[in-house]
């Protein structure tokens, strides 16, 4: 395909290309902006003026460097075979396609959209939004052959952004409310999806009935769509095998999958746990469940959150944590909409595992968590640390504090330590520890250690704790 009249390059080798602040001519949409989205539409033929790129605001020689600005994009598409079911499918795809842009970075999806633009881009002449819309039109048309027609819309005025809003959000709502009917038995096709291979290597998110894309914009219902229209596109069918556990949704045909597109990285998966075998995080998450070890509970945090959680981190610092592919104990990436599965985290307790929510999430979900544990979930306005958490856990009876009650009466469980004749403590079998920080570290591993120490503390790690 032809980009010749675009001042700036367009291929997939510039797909997880980052753009940092200091290297960066404008932001749009992103953390700083209350109000962003980009949203897709099927619309009959007669209702889209064929590859009609409009601009509803400032265009992006007309922003001021360094700026960060109000954002939303509006795809809107036309065809014999365009169905509503497509309309998450498409606006995933544009996270793809405008990564594949020299010089800009697109992340999230939603009403959570973050993209910068280079200066260098910039400065290279990518000055205006049409050259964008016409990237998206031409793959749009290229890659999604069932698209006979594509008008794109562009807002940056934030009065008019701030009218259509609830129009969005409410498209969303009413496509998450229609995949609640069916459960994870009812079908024997799951869904995968890659298309954040290019910031996650090893990520691959298992799309199921009840558990939804970590970005929170693909239903099962919408990577069925998209596997029937382009089965050889980034998402695709997952045949669920064999069930493994049930409990923990943990499937052969889940792991084959995951062994293959990983590479062998992961290869095993339990959809339902925050701890065992967890699901891969990607970095497009909308919120992270979080281990809180002094109270053995997990805290949710969204990416829209101000400031630090009540373990003292922010969002972001987690988020370095989660992010990558990986499977990280205790730091799991998660969509709102999966919050609001019967399946939540059921394997750690489901929301009576959970002890802290922001309150803008809460009120979200608040009619899906359970009654019983509803008022004992404290926000950022009832706790702000570790201290004031364990407080109101305590007196709102938390389900949670009967975990301590049952943890507390257990035998203290301590490795047979021999000491040798020249003082040396010997650890027979093997351990590891950690070395590092939040934002990583070095994982040592010690086998029949000969240790010279003045104390030696072993003790009893808590479920859910991450190793020390």
Not at 293 to 317: C, M, Q, W, Y
Not at 440 to 446: A, C, M, Q, R
Request: aromatic share 10%; proline share 4%.
């Amino acid at each position: 395909m032809s980009f010749d009249d675009l001042p700036v390059d367009v291929g997939v080798i510039y797909e997880g290309e980052r753009v940092r602040g200091k290297d960066m001519f404008v932001e749009l949409g992103g953390p700083k902006i209350e109000k962003k989205f980009e949203l897709a539409l099927a619309r009959s033929m007669d209702e889209v003026e064929d590859e009609r790129i409009t601009i509803i605001g400032p265009d992006l020689k007309d922003m001021k460097e360094g700026s960060y600005n109000p954002f939303a994009i509006l795809v809107e598409v036309a065809g014999n075979e365009i169905e509503p079911d497509l309309e998450g499918v498409i606006e995933r795809r544009i996270h793809e396609y405008v990564n594949f842009i020299e010089g800009m970075m697109h992340l999230n999806q939603r009403y959570d959209i973050w993209i910068r633009l280079s200066k260098k881009s910039f400065e290279k002449g990518f000055n205006s939004l049409e050259y964008l819309g016409k990237v998206l039109i031409r793959l749009f048309k290229s890659e999604m052959s069932i698209i006979e027609k594509i008008q794109v819309t562009f807002i940056t005025d934030a009065k008019e952004l701030e009218n259509r809003y609830d129009e969005a959000v409410n498209r969303y709502n009413e496509r998450d409310a229609r995949a609640r009917g069916l459960k994870d038995e009812d079908v024997d096709t799951f869904y995968g999806c890659s298309l954040c291979q290019s910031f996650a290597p090893t990520h691959v998110c298992t799309i199921t009935p009840q558990r939804y894309a970590n970005c929170g914009a693909i239903s099962w219902f919408d990577g069925r769509a998209a596997a029937r229209v382009d089965p050889k596109g980034p998402l695709y069918e997952i045949p669920k095998g064999e069930t493994i556990d049930d409990f923990r949704g943990e499937y052969t045909g889940v792991n084959q999958i995951y062994a293959e597109k990983s590479l062998g990285k992961v290869k095993e998966v339990s959809l339902y746990s925050a701890f065992e075998k967890p699901h891969t995080s990607c970095g497009c998450f909308e919120a992270i469940a979080f281990v809180i070890p002094e109270v053995d509970g997990l805290g949710i945090v969204h990416r829209d959150f101000k400031g630090e959680a009540v373990n003292g981190l922010t969002f972001s610092s987690m988020a370095d944590t989660t992010a990558g592919g990986r499977q990280v104990p205790g730091f799991h990436g998660i969509s709102i909409e999966y919050m609001r599965s019967t399946k939540f985290l059921q394997v750690d307790g489901g929301w009576e595992r959970i002890v802290w929510i922001p309150e803008p999430i809460k009120k979200r979900v608040l009619e899906f968590i359970p009654e019983h544990v509803r008022d004992k979930i404290p926000t950022e306005n009832d706790v702000t640390t570790i201290s004031e958490l364990k407080e109101f856990l305590k007196t709102h009876d938390h389900p949670v504090v009967n975990r301590w009650t049952e943890l507390e009466a257990e035998e203290e469980t301590a490795a047979q330590v021999a000491t040798s004749e020249d003082g040396a403590v010997m650890v027979p079998g093997e351990f590891t520890a950690m070395v590092g920080g939040v934002g990583g570290g070095i994982e040592i591993i010690f086998k029949n250690a000969r240790i010279y120490a003045e104390k030696v503390i072993i003790r009893r790690k808590v479920a859910g704790e991450k190793r020390k």
